[in-house]
């Protein structure tokens, strides 16, 4: 079932998937998980789903996306941000369990360019990453709703090259349809995160941005206050040993 939900996930698109309705069954999950996931959790639920026999249904797009449709009323079991941000703005608003709150993974922040670019440059304070874009444009979510583009504003304004490079973004919508922009070669450089900079082999890592430039990425999971009784089990499933196994395999950071 989640092989024909996910078969229309194209790069560079929403990769939001069909939500289930409020009258889901009982022994089904919805969760809304940001696209960075889309990968590791398409494994995680067909393996959840041959051990209990329980279905998982996935819409996978911007954190902050499903976090507006959540707020609009859409069905979800789970929300799975890639920020504490958004996390807070459901939090804040009494649409998620508060004690059902973790903070499950961490990841790192990549800067990349086309697979068959041969740029050399180290990020570091002052570096010249206007110059190496050489009139084009850096791929990164949108720096004001998505949060691998909120990342990126933080890492660049630290070291010290974010007005000169202010308004040569191309915004995205998610960090996937970033990454497919630089895939495609329609930018020269982006910043998205490590996972996925490791699963598009059209893309090369041309550095990393230090841990110290921009606040911890931190994935925090929480249930909605809707969530189906299988929901519980799900997240338990994804926090134990073949979840780690997973996340860890993806590149992610599992958090204690």
């Known amino acids: 079932m989640l092989n024909r939900m996910m078969a229309g996930v194209a790069l560079g698109a929403l990769l939001l998937a069909p939500a ?9 999950v919805t969760v809304f998980a940001a696209a960075s996931l889309t990968n590791v959790l398409q494994e995680l639920g067909s393996e959840y789903t041959r051990e209990t026999g329980n279905t998982v249904g996935f819409s996978f797009a911007a954190t902050s996306m499903l976090a507006r449709q959540i707020e609009s009323g859409a069905h979800a079991d789970v929300f799975f941000s890639a920020d504490q941000e958004w996390m807070d703005y459901l939090d804040q608003r009494g649409l998620v369990q508060k004690a059902s709150r973790r903070n499950l993974l961490g990841n790192r922040l990549a800067l990349v360019a086309p697979a068959d670019s041969a740029l050399q440059l180290k990020v570091e304070p002052n570096f010249r990453l206007l ?28 070291l010290g090259v974010w007005n000169e490079l202010a308004d040569r973004l191309v915004r995205a919508d998610n960090v996937r349809a970033a990454l497919a922009f ?6 020269p450089l982006g910043i998205v995160y490590l996972t996925d900079a490791k699963l598009e082999p059209m893309v090369r890592i ?23 009784a299988q929901a519980v089990a799900f997240i338990e499933f994804l926090r134990g040993p073949l979840g ?6 993806y590149g992610f950071i599992v958090l204690p």
Request: proline share 7%; no cysteine; hydrophobic share 45%.
């Open 20 to 28: 289930v309705g409020a009258a889901a069954r009982q022994d089904s």
């Open 131 to 158: 110059a190496a874009l050489k009139g084009g444009r850096l791929a990164t979510g949108d720096p004001d709703s998505v949060p691998v583009g909120r990342y990126a504003r933080a890492a660049l304004t630290s």
């Open 182 to 187: 630089v895939a495609r070669g329609e930018a």
């Open 206 to 228: 041309v550095d990393l941005f230090p841990a110290s430039s921009h606040l911890p990425i931190s994935y925090p999971i929480a249930l909605t206050n809707g969530a189906s």
């Open 244 to 249: 780690a196994g997973a996340f860890e395999k």
